[in-house]
């Protein structure tokens, strides 16, 4: 089983920054990428960035070139630094790991951006 425990939301103003991080644990040495997704109030979870074992990174056209995911194996921590805050951003966050097939969710953690 993996647990996974996000931490890092909060609120911030328009424009600012924040840091959310996603601790692994359990059977993670299997996986093959994380991810950070989130939802807004009436609409469907997306995917905001996903990393892989390769290092290779995938961001929608929505939060390209402002949000940056990375990852400290040493730990099985991902991270995502989040710059240029916008209201649209307002969301629980979540995030996500697959390995063998398997996917599974942290418990989430709001972001608020106010304008």
């Known amino acids: 089983q993996v647990q996974l425990v996000e931490s890092g939301g909060g609120l911030v103003q328009n424009g600012g920054s924040l840091r959310l991080s996603c601790a692994a644990s359990?059977?993670?040495?299997?996986?093959?990428?994380m991810a950070w997704y989130r939802q807004a109030p009436g609409k469907q979870r997306e995917l905001v960035a996903r990393?892989?074992?390769?290092?290779?990174?995938i961001y929608p056209d929505s939060v390209k070139g402002r949000f940056t995911i990375s990852r400290d194996n040493g730990k099985n921590t991902v991270y995502l630094q989040m710059n240029s805050l916008k209201p649209e951003d307002t969301a629980v966050y979540y995030c996500?790991?697959?390995?063998?097939?398997?996917?599974?969710w942290g418990q989430g953690t709001q972001v608020t951006v106010s304008s």
């Open positions: 990393i892989f074992t390769t290092g290779t990174t």
């Open positions: 359990g059977s993670v040495f299997n996986f093959n990428s």
């Open positions: 996500n790991l697959v390995a063998l097939g398997a996917s599974y």
